[in-house]
Each structure stands twice: as C-alpha cells, then as structure tokens.
C-alpha cells in the first residue's frame, strides 16, 4: 500500500509558477509510475503528467507541454510537478497518483490516490 500527500499549491497570479510535491509513503516508492491530474469543480478529471518508475520517460498533455515538468527523487520518495506560467485555466484541485502499470493518462490504471492540492491562479 501507498500513501500520497501533496503539498506546494496555493494562490498566485497569471504568469508565475508553483512547484508541487507528492510524498510517497512506503519502501517501493521506486516501483511505481506517477502521475498529476487535476480536477475543476462539477468537471471530469484531467490528465496532467506522468513519469515512468525510473523517471525516464515522462509523457504530459498537450495543454501544459513546455509550461510543466515532471520530475522524481526516488531516494526521498517524492515526484514533482513545476509549473511555470501559470494561467487562470490552471486552476484546480491537482493530486497526485502512483501506478503499478506503465506510465500512463488513463486514471483508471492507478492504484492509489492523494487527496490533492489546490491551485488557484488570479488573471
């Protein structure tokens, strides 16, 4: 079992940038592929970023391709996600999930959830 926390988000204008952590409990932290949804209000969850167990491979959506950067310390069991220009459509409850599978967008293929971080970007 794993347990995740994030931390990092909070309110900050257009144009800046947040970095958000996910704490990982647990000895297999390695093991795991991660992920960062995010989620608006009365909207369905949306994919984010994801990186491979190794932190090798990383794939990310379109909307924040060349803005955010995933990333992990394995030895600390914690992955980031840093945001750069930040835009008001940013906003969102962004958490972070461990995956047994490959890498992946689908949030179906995860196992385990944290209870997520709230981004808020004024225009």
């Known amino acids: 079992q794993v347990q995740l926390v994030e931390s990092g988000g909070g309110l900050v204008q257009a144009g800046a940038s947040l970095r958000l952590s996910c704490a990982a409990s647990g000895r297999t932290f390695s093991r795991y592929a991660m992920g960062w949804f995010r989620q608006e209000p009365g909207k369905e969850r949306e994919f984010v970023a994801t990186?491979?167990?190794?932190?090798?491979?990383?794939y990310y959506a379109d909307f924040v391709k060349g803005r955010f950067t995933i990333s992990r310390d394995n030895a600390k069991n914690t992955v980031y996600l840093q945001m750069n220009s930040l835009k008001p459509e940013d906003t969102a409850v962004y958490s972070c999930?461990?995956?047994?599978?490959?890498?992946?967008?689908?949030?179906?293929?995860?196992?385990?959830w944290g209870q997520g971080t709230q981004v808020t970007v004024s225009s």
């Open positions: 990186i491979s167990s190794g932190g090798g491979i990383t």
């Open positions: 999930a461990a995956s047994t599978f490959s890498p992946s967008s689908y949030s179906r293929e995860y196992n385990y």
